[in-house]
């Protein structure tokens, strides 16, 4: 357990789930006083005796854009499962935070708590324009209908605008989603979650069939989401991972467990590594 695992774990009483409240901290906020914002500690997870985590053990920086790297079967959709809630570990804990138990969380408390998650595919409201898949994207209880009805307050607005330029999508507008392409349809469904002002993004081979210009262009948006959102981009096309890799730290899984953790440079030169992904 690292040196912030132990803190957490020291200051920690109870999860989301006691409704403990806790110093210096206000009741629903996610606690990084420590400096990191995701702790996943010791994480199996089994299915009809295949374990698909095997004492998993990792953490995530506040503001870190995270990269992790492994062959098919490591464990890397698992462990975003475990991370969102829709798997349940058979032991081992996982925090947002250090107050947040996420494996006593449903999962959408633990996207209200601000936790996104993008799948390989994107997923938009393709008979809507784009501006309205962001003005639907918001937190809102609203159903579809009202909330295209409703009066969008100054402050919204202003929202939708930044991220529409954030995702370079100024231009699309008024364009219905169903018409955008790919590369551009992922942009969207990237500022649908950043448009409900996320703490961490977990982004699943976000640029799986996108064009050379777009897989270009995608770096370019990650890269400025870094620092202002903690960032876990799961990813094999490794020319966009040595793209992203300066300053970032490249996390490679093999059968369900952490086989190497450092730099780009680092962890290419890994003989453990070459051998089961690299394949040199």
């Known amino acids: 357990m690292s040196a912030a695992q132990s803190g957490m774990a020291s200051g920690n009483e109870t999860g989301l789930a006691g409704g403990t409240s806790y110093a210096h901290v206000k009741d629903g906020e996610v606690d990084t006083r420590h400096g990191a914002i995701l702790y996943l500690d010791d994480i199996t997870v089994s299915f009809d005796g295949f374990k698909a985590l ?5 953490d995530i920086g506040v503001g870190e854009l995270r990269l992790i790297i492994g062959p098919n079967g490591a464990g890397k959709t698992t462990m975003m499962d475990v991370i969102t809630g829709k798997t349940r570990p058979d032991s081992g804990t996982a925090f947002f935070g250090q107050s947040m138990d996420l494996t006593r969380m449903s999962e959408s408390t633990i996207a209200r708590a601000g936790i996104g998650r993008k799948f390989q595919r994107p997923t938009v409201f393709e008979n809507h324009t784009v501006f309205e898949n962001l003005e639907l994207a918001m937190k809102t209880n609203k159903t579809v209908h009202a909330t295209l009805r409703a009066k969008l307050t100054g402050e919204q607005r202003e929202a939708i605008e930044s991220t529409l330029e954030l995702i370079r999508l100024k231009g699309e507008v008024h364009r219905m989603a169903g018409l955008l392409s790919h590369g551009q349809k992922q942009w969207l469904e990237i500022g649908m979650l ?6 961490l993004l977990l982004l699943d081979e976000p640029v799986a069939g996108m064009t050379d210009a777009e897989t270009e262009r995608t770096g370019e948006l990650l890269n400025e989401l870094r620092g ?6 799961v990813e094999h096309d490794m020319d966009f991972v040595a793209r992203l890799a300066t300053g970032s730290t490249v996390t490679v899984l093999h059968e369900g467990s952490v086989l190497a953790e450092g730099s780009m440079a680092q962890v290419q030169s890994d003989q453990r590594v070459i051998e089961v992904y690299l394949g040199r």
């Open 228 to 233: 202002k959102h903690s960032l876990m981009v």
């Open 54 to 58: 095997n004492a998993l053990t990792l």
């Open 194 to 199: 950043l448009i409900q002002e996320p703490k």
